[in-house]
């Protein structure tokens, strides 16, 4: 059975902290992703990996950086983090095309 | 600029009837198709997906419709559930984009009604 886990489910942090949510997936995929998904905006891409030590921008990557020292997990760094990044944190996965989700972080920055 | 569209924020439908979910896209070069369901405080789950030399793939209640000329593709779940009740996520790929990518969609929430 695929999993992928993510470090909190949920998360309390004040503005100007660093904040790091991790995820981990089981299943040897060469590519993970960050999305922050809010309403009416859907699932939008923050930074995904190909491989290890790889990383791509993906479309809203202001404010975020990601760490990928080991194949099987993916972090995610608010280096400052605001209250616009009030959000739910979804990791994923993938070796083609069907991305497989953890079940996500939701983040309140107050 | 979105390159996935669902236009219905929403969807009310009674339990037994049929619920279809529109996605509109831009991209002429996506030729993958993705469908996910997501409840609350879950990560979305996916459900059925559809190539683009297709036309219709389907998988038990669930059928995918593919219109290409119109970049249009529709969810259609037959009979609904209660346990249907979900945001559901349309989600593209294309030969462009590399490692997995997909866009996807705003979502459209569904309500089943007994």
């Known amino acids: 059975d695929v999993k992928v886990t993510q470090s909190s489910r949920y998360l309390v942090k004040r503005t100007g902290e660093k904040v790091f949510l991790e995820c981990v997936q089981d299943?040897?995929?060469?590519?993970m992703f960050w999305y922050r998904q809010d309403p009416g905006l859907g699932l939008r891409l923050i930074y995904f990996?190909?491989?290890?030590?790889?990383?791509e921008k993906g479309d809203i990557p202001e404010g975020y950086s990601v760490s990928r020292e080991k194949k099987e997990r993916f972090s995610l760094i608010l280096e400052s983090a605001s209250t616009n990044q009030t959000s739910m944190y979804l990791c994923?996965?993938?070796?083609?095309?069907?991305?497989?989700f953890g079940p996500g972080t939701r983040l309140t920055v107050t | 600029d979105q390159q996935v569209k669902q236009n219905s924020p929403s969807l009310s439908v009674q339990e037994g009837r049929i619920s279809i979910l529109n996605c509109d896209y831009t991209?002429?070069?996506?030729?993958?198709f993705l469908w996910y369901k997501k409840y609350p405080a879950e990560g979305p789950t996916f459900l059925i997906s559809?190539?683009?030399?297709?036309d219709k793939n389907e998988d038990g209640r669930f059928t995918v419709f593919l219109n290409k000329s119109a970049k249009h593709l529709s969810l259609h779940i037959v009979p609904s559930q209660p346990g249907d009740s979900a945001v559901y996520f349309c989600?593209?790929?294309?030969?462009?984009?590399?490692?997995?990518?997909?866009?996807f969609g705003a979502g459209t929430q569904v309500v089943v009604t007994p």
């Open positions: 989600a593209a790929s294309g030969t462009t984009d590399s490692w997995g990518k997909l866009q």
């Open positions: 994923a996965s993938t070796s083609t095309y069907e991305q497989y």
């Open positions: 991209n002429s070069m996506f030729d993958y």
């Open positions: 559809i190539s683009s030399i297709k």
């Open positions: 990996s190909y491989d290890v030590k790889m990383k």
């Open positions: 299943m040897d995929h060469e590519n």
